[in-house]
């Protein structure tokens, strides 16, 4: 079996506890406007074009089977998105650097392997492996086998959510699974939808069970300027029942907006600003005003 990732990261301290490895999945069924890994909704491979770097030789032109790469009326390379079908055959040619490839099939083994490697940095700062995304549940049976795997090593395993999938997902992988990363994007049902596609009484049901379940959960609150920045009191609201050990404040950045370009995807909130360290504070100190433990990330 194969899994469809885009990116190892190792040495990671930002996804759970300790030094981990976080393990980002490909294919995601949310769209949020403000996602800073573009390149995680879809599950197929994409091409990043940077054209700064194009020295114009031409070659990938000639090898890509689809006529993709074009000139358009100024004589500018262009590649037409509709006829690119991921193959990665052109990022092959480009000696310049100008074409990436963004997205790997690997096999259980193959990640086992990898995540391993760092095993002793796991031991020593009582960190583990986080699988992220994209939605890590679309890819449900390999997760599970790599949980598994995980848990027979005696790995720390965390799974990094946005929740929006059935509960009898969640059932699966609850027995090789510590700790769950469970975003909450917007307490508004409709508001949530304008974010990010679809609403969000199914993401709030299975927060509610995992809760009930008794199982280690950290919410992650994206913070952004404009879109849900006035839904913090009512995700404390919705927090405050729930046994959770802590709420995370993730202030929007703008690290991947060369990305939007690269790949060839409009970026919504191109002009959003990051927020001003007191906003985000006083984010934290909402949540905490409703007895929440709180921090900023
Ligand atoms: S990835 Fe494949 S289909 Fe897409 S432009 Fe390159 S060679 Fe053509
Ligand atoms: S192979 Fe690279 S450098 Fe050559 S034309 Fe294509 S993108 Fe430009």
């Not at 009582?126 to 992220?132: A, Y």
């Not at 599970?144 to 090593?153: A, H, N, Q, S, V």
């Not at 700790?179 to 909450?184: G, K, T």
């Not at 849900?228 to 927090?239: G, Y």
Request: aromatic share 8%; proline share 4%.
């Amino acid at each position: 079996m194969e899994g469809s990732l885009f990116n190892i990261q190792r040495f990671s301290i930002h996804d759970g506890p300790g030094i981990r490895t976080t393990v980002f999945f490909k294919g995601c069924n949310l769209n949020c406007k403000w996602c800073h890994n573009p390149e995680s909704i879809k599950k197929k491979n994409q091409l990043e074009f940077y054209p700064e770097k194009c020295i114009g030789c031409g070659a990938c032109f000639q090898v890509c089977l689809y006529g993709a790469h074009y000139l358009n009326g100024e004589g500018d390379h262009r590649i037409d998105r509709s006829k690119c079908t991921g193959c990665l055959l052109c990022t092959k040619t480009c000696y310049a650097n100008a074409l990436i490839g963004v997205g790997q099939k690997v096999t259980v083994p193959y990640l086992l392997k990898s995540i391993l490697e760092d095993k002793l940095y796991y031991e020593n700062s009582n960190g583990g492996v986080t699988f992220s995304g994209g939605e890590v549940m679309l890819q449900l049976e390999f997760l599970i086998e790599i949980l598994t795997k995980c848990r027979d090593f005696g790995i720390h395993t965390a799974v990094d959510t946005a929740g929006c999938v059935p509960w009898s997902y969640f059932e699966q992988i609850l027995p090789m699974t510590d700790l769950f990363l469970y975003d909450v994007k917007a307490a508004d049902s409709k508001r949530h939808k304008l974010l990010t596609g679809v609403e969000n009484h199914l993401i709030l049901e299975n927060l509610r069970r995992l809760s009930e379940e008794g199982k280690d959960i950290i919410v992650r609150i994206p913070f952004i300027p404009g879109q849900n920045d006035d839904q913090i009191s009512e995700i404390a609201e919705l927090l405050k029942p729930l046994r959770i050990i802590k709420a995370e404040v993730m202030p929007y950045h703008k690290l991947g907006n060369s990305k939007y370009a690269a790949l060839g995807i409009e970026n919504k909130l191109l002009h959003t600003e990051t927020p001003a360290e007191e906003m985000v504070q006083e984010a934290v100190e909402i949540l905490r005003s409703y007895g929440i433990k709180a921090d900023k990330t």
